[in-house]
């Protein structure tokens, strides 16, 4: 995988324009089954990652990434705001100062069990998980063509409309859950189709 702060300041501007630009779609999603602050508040936390990026890219990956969990930890509300930062702080815990892609999968599984156990949630409960996990097998499986990741991340938050919510606020809806795309899917799937763009440019 490249490194360099050259590059962690191009990823992080490209995940911090796709959460704005899908601000009100998360939102909306939100406001179907959820408190309806996700957009906003997602939002809200990479404008504060932002604020200190020049500071943060020039941290080596491990840094990097503990740092982008921390300012999301603290400024994104709601359940969100620890879980997808649970996952960038595993993430920067877990990697190397120069990381290989296995290396990328291997922390991407732990983060995966990171959140799992902050979120007390597994698979097909309607969760980020329900993106992340299909990801990390395709990865796991020897899927390493950037356009296949992101085919999977998406296909993966199109198929949480079916399910019923089972952790979170949408809960509380039952069965009314059903028939709604999962807020969090979407933005796992933002995210990482946001990084999968930038290493295409790069590769």
């Given amino acids: 995988m490249a490194s360099g702060s050259d590059l962690r300041g191009v990823m992080l501007a490209a995940v911090a324009k796709a959460i704005e630009r899908h601000a009100d779609e998360l939102t909306a999603l939100d406001q179907a089954i959820g408190d309806g602050d996700h957009g906003i508040n997602m939002k809200r936390g990479f404008e504060a990652v932002m604020a200190d990026a020049g500071n943060l890219v020039a941290k080596p990956w491990p840094e990097f990434l503990k740092g982008v969990g921390m300012t999301l930890v603290m400024k994104v509300g709601g359940a969100s705001g620890p879980l997808f930062g649970t996952l960038f ?15 990328v999968v291997k922390a991407l599984r732990a983060a995966i069990e990171a959140v799992q156990a902050r979120g007390k949630s597994e698979r097909g409960q309607k969760t ?27 296909a993966a938050a199109e198929a949480t409309v079916p399910m019923k919510a089972i952790r979170g606020r949408a809960s509380f809806l039952g069965d009314r859950s059903i028939g709604h795309l999962d807020p969090g899917a979407r933005s796992s799937a933002l995210i990482i189709t946001a990084v999968a763009d930038v290493l295409k440019e790069v590769a």
């Avoid at 702080?89 to 290396?103: H, Q």
Wanted: charged content about 25%; cysteine-free; proline content about 10%.
């Fill in 89 to 103: 702080l595993t993430l920067g815990k877990e990697l190397p100062p120069e990381p290989t892609i296995d290396d």
């Fill in 128 to 154: 980020m998980l329900d993106v992340l996990i299909p990801v990390a097998e395709h990865l796991e499986a020897g899927g390493r063509d950037l356009g296949g990741i992101v085919a999977a991340a998406g």
